[in-house]
């Protein structure tokens, strides 16, 4: 057996995106689930679509290649680079966009292969990540480019929470809406898709506020973890606990808690800080920050405290658990977001996909 070693529950996540999804539908919403916290990994795309998502999204056009084989609508997230233009119009139906330039390659590259890309244009409405700010600018883009023959302009869409940490309401939500109704009605044309965010969104279905015409939400939280990122609320019907990472112990002493002598910065550039607990039983475990977040793991002993670590170790103190704990031992974590998606990057933690 090979350690550090995540395993992914494929009927946890199963449940979650039908919990997730059945939610969202009930309002009239599709769901775009989003396969970057998992690296496109296909089993688990593939829990995705029975669990009833309408499109795959992701933020890295190589993951959308390794899901090219599955048949369903895929929405590249992230603006497209000029050089992966060529990439997107082969494996992506749909890209978010937000700068002219770019689209007219899309519609040249897309013209040179006889296809039509669709495009879904981005609004900034506050977070100040990507899309549009300027209101005059995105009327005089969509002018130019509902002529252009190779990409369609099917619909808007906005990004909250990622950068800013805006949360989503119904204010900010509507201005959306009301662009969308000026657009189809100054150009004479219909879109399709008016994407509301991500899963910081989700408190408003929970809530049940009315947000008119929001048809399309791109969701990778929700759907991984069962939690709306918005105030971090368990969603009913889903478990938090679909990914857990284990991890070997390599060292266990007692020594104190406070390092001796002068305190610099460490391997990362941060001065740390220490609470002095005494001597104290300090396990290593062979994992580190180069393939875990140690800010969201969560120890599934809740009498154990994890200290930090660096690059190649993870350093918990173990003196209050109840649990003897001996070299060689494998300890578990359960995992949020950010741990998930640094693991499943990381070519040194083994993966094991149970049902």
């Not at 997230?77 to 082969?90: A, F, G, N, Q, W």
């Not at 244009?121 to 899309?131: A, K």
């Amino acid at each position: 057996m090979s350690y550090p070693k995540m395993t992914i529950n494929l009927k946890t996540i199963r449940d979650n995106v039908l919990a997730v999804s059945g939610l969202c539908n009930d309002k009239g919403i599709k769901v775009a689930g989003v396969t970057k916290v998992f690296g496109g990994n296909p089993a688990i795309a593939k829990a995705y679509i029975e669990g009833g998502i309408s499109y795959l999204a992701d933020s890295r056009i190589e993951n959308l290649i390794r899901l090219k084989d599955l048949n369903i609508p895929k929405i590249m997230l992230r603006l497209p680079m000029k050089s992966e233009v060529d990439k997107i119009v082969d494996y992506a139906d749909i890209s978010l966009n937000s700068e002219l330039d770019t689209i007219t390659f899309l519609s040249e590259k897309a013209l040179e292969k006889n296809k039509i890309h669709k495009i879904i244009l981005m609004v900034d409405l506050g977070d100040l990540r990507e899309g549009y700010y300027d209101e005059k600018a995105l009327f005089e883009d969509v002018e130019k480019i509902i002529e252009l023959k190779g990409v369609k302009l099917i619909g808007l869409g906005t990004n909250l929470t990622c950068y800013g940490g805006v949360i989503p309401n119904k204010h900010i939500l509507d201005r959306l809406t009301k662009l969308e109704e000026n657009i189809e009605k100054k150009y004479n044309i219909e879109l399709e898709i008016l994407s509301g965010g991500n899963s910081s969104t989700i408190h408003l279905l929970l809530k049940d506020t009315k947000i008119d015409k929001i048809n399309n939400l791109r969701l990778g939280e929700s759907l991984v973890l069962g939690t709306e990122f918005a105030y971090g609320e368990q969603i009913e019907g889903t478990k938090n606990d679909a990914f857990k990472l284990q991890a070997e112990i390599i060292e266990i002493k007692e020594k104190p808690s406070v390092p001796i002598g002068e305190i610099g910065k460490d391997a990362f550039g941060n001065i740390p800080t220490f609470i002095d607990r005494g001597i104290r039983k300090r396990i290593l475990c062979a994992v580190g920050k180069q393939d875990v977040d140690f800010e969201t793991l969560h120890p599934l002993d809740e009498d154990i405290i994890i200290l930090g670590g660096s690059s190649d170790h993870l350093i918990l103190d173990g003196s209050d658990s109840k649990i003897d704990y001996k070299v060689g031992d494998i300890i578990e974590f359960r995992m949020s977001y950010v741990s998930i998606l640094r693991a499943m990057t990381s070519r040194y933690v083994e993966k094991e996909i149970i049902e």
